[in-house]
């Protein structure tokens, strides 16, 4: 029977269709970057005082510059250059009396301004940004600081619980109903955000969004791939989150334009509306069609593809068809993931692997934000690296396999982190440079494990294997915001630390996996338990798989595939 592949290779594998629907979703993908890594311009922290009543008046008279000012009323910083004090704290003074002079004015009150006693913050803060943030608006610093980390953690927790849910909405009621839904409600949320009047219902709107946004993009990635033919999946694959990093060049830009959080908000999500174009451009998918038996619909879109690619439709097109594998019979389940001993030795690295590529990305990008001198030049310059990571892949996974890149990545941003700790403060753009190198390490590190994911799974097992694995790159992304703001309170460092072990670790626990290069996709749990890393020959065995059924042509690439939608 004719196959949808079959059709691909007559009307266009990658043609004009195909071209710009590429471009159409690409833009989906971009849109996604503001969700997912947005806080560091949203929440940035600028430097800040206390606000004590009577100083502004007492600078007024007395002609000071800001940085008398701050350095007659404002304690210095703490122990070990810790800046909480002159942060968090106050002197209890009354600026308002009359005995206070204009050249040292607690010199009266105390032989040494240290032996004043301390207070908290009463009347607010005074931060040193032209912008605003949600930082500064919500006073969200000192003791409130930790809800910086939650409104981060909300986004995450959302993607985590509609990964579960969205999935299954695509499987059941289509690529196109569920990409189309979760476009407008995220593009509506994302308004909402922008609009917040408290804290509260700025986490329940961040929240919806990261229930619905990251199964927008995963839809929008499912449909990309299942338009092209086979030999050009893997490639659109990598380009599609290509457009991802497209996307965090483009934030950088519209921050640097946009200082205010809320206009920014607005500014990144109003275009989400224009997505909204693929009800009229962008078909279902008709390999989905064809899985809920609606061959009419599915014969209708492959013509239509073929009249925009310029090409005749083969003349036994009615015959489409997707014959049914036997292998899909096999139910899926949790426990099948730990059935076997290399199963379950896989299944745990599979875990640590994504949950360790969730930490070092979010946190590196967090950390920088933080520490850098210029936020705006410091996430563009760190953004430009991941395009390299994209052509790196594409060279290298068909000379090199999978396995030694992948462990290499890992070890390339444990190194880096590892750098960092030793490097001053003073030489930023030595800092800046080696930071860049960590993130394109683990950018390659993303992008591979996604595909190694997909590879070491048999068929029946393998969206689930990818589901339950990737589901720890969610969790990481959790606690990852709690893990860099809290622990660099006790040391700017400290985080470094931890990265740089995670990195050494999963570039170690690595190269446990077999090599899949060159190794036909398994079928059954007993070709996965024999998986070996010499490749074995899989001409013959796809020879016989084209030859019998057009899902399993289509299926183990479509899936390896498919394994890169989980990546962000």
């Not at 590892?418 to 394109?440: E, K, T």
Request: charged share 15%; net charge neutral.
């Amino acid at each position: 029977m004719l196959t949808v592949d079959d059709v691909l290779e007559q009307v266009g594998e990658f043609g004009w269709f195909q071209k710009q629907t590429f471009l159409l979703l690409a833009l989906l993908s971009a849109a996604f970057a503001p969700i997912y890594v947005g806080i560091v311009f949203l929440a940035f922290t600028p430097d800040h005082h206390c606000r004590s009543p009577g100083v502004a008046e007492l600078s007024r008279r007395c002609g000071w510059s800001l940085a008398e000012e701050l350095n007659y009323t404002v304690p210095g910083p703490g122990p070990e250059g810790q800046a909480f004090p002159r942060r968090c704290r106050r002197y209890e003074v009354d600026w308002n009396q009359s005995a206070l002079g204009c050249v040292d004015p607690l010199a009266g009150l105390a032989a040494n301004s240290s032996l004043l006693p301390l207070g908290p913050c009463r009347h607010g803060w005074v931060y040193d940004t032209p912008g605003s943030s949600i930082v500064t608006e919500f006073n969200l610093v000192c003791d409130d600081s930790w809800k910086v980390d939650l409104f981060q953690s909300c986004v995450n927790v959302g993607f985590f619980l509609g990964s579960l849910g969205i999935g299954y909405i695509a499987d059941r009621f289509g690529r196109k109903v569920c990409l189309l839904a979760t476009t407008l409600i995220s593009a509506i949320l994302g308004v909402l955000t922008a609009v917040a009047p408290d804290y509260t219902s700025l986490l329940l709107f961040r929240l919806g969004q990261g229930l619905v946004s990251k199964g927008s993009w995963t839809a929008g990635y499912t449909l990309i791939t299942e338009f092209v033919g086979l030999g050009y999946r893997r490639t659109v694959a990598i380009l599609y989150q290509a457009a991802f990093t497209v996307g965090l060049v483009l934030l950088s830009g519209l921050a640097y334009a946009v200082p205010h959080w809320r206009w920014l908000q607005l500014a990144v999500s109003l275009p989400t509306f224009l997505l909204l174009l693929c009800y009229w451009f962008v078909p279902e998918s008709p390999r989905w069609l064809l899985s809920q038996k609606r061959n009419t619909q599915a014969v209708k879109i492959m013509d239509h593809i073929a009249q925009k690619n310029g090409k005749l439709p083969p003349p036994d097109l009615k015959m489409l068809s997707l014959e049914e594998d036997v292998t899909e019979k096999l139910s899926p389940s949790f426990a099948g993931l730990f059935r076997t001993p290399h199963l379950r030795k896989h299944t745990f690295i599979l875990m640590y692997l994504w949950f360790t590529s969730s930490v070092l990305y979010q946190g590196l990008i967090m950390h920088m934000g933080v520490t850098g001198g210029n936020l705006y030049l410091d996430f563009f310059y760190s953004a430009l690296v991941e395009f390299p990571a994209a052509f790196i892949i594409l060279v290298t996974i068909e000379r090199f396999g999978r396995l030694y890149p992948l462990a290499g990545s890992n070890l390339v941003v444990g190194a880096a982190c590892f750098l960092m700790i030793f490097i001053s403060h003073d030489l930023h753009w030595l800092n800046i440079v080696v930071a860049c190198v960590g993130r394109m390490g683990i950018t390659l590190a993303f992008q591979m494990v996604c595909l190694v994911n997909a590879e070491l799974y048999p068929t029946f097992l393998r969206n689930l294997g990818v589901m339950v694995c990737s589901s720890l790159c969610d969790l990481g992304g959790v606690i990852t915001p709690f893990l860099v703001f809290r622990l660099m309170e006790v040391w700017q460092g400290l985080p470094l630390i931890l990265f740089a072990a995670l990195g050494l670790v999963a570039g170690g626990m690595t190269l446990l996996l077999p090599e899949t290069k060159g190794v036909a996709l398994p079928e059954t749990i007993k070709d996965a338990e024999n998986l070996r890393r010499k490749a074995k020959p899989k001409e013959n065995k796809i020879y016989l798989q084209i030859q019998t059924s057009e899902f399993n042509s289509q299926a183990p690439e479509r899936d390896a595939s498919l394994g890169t939608g989980w990546q962000r």
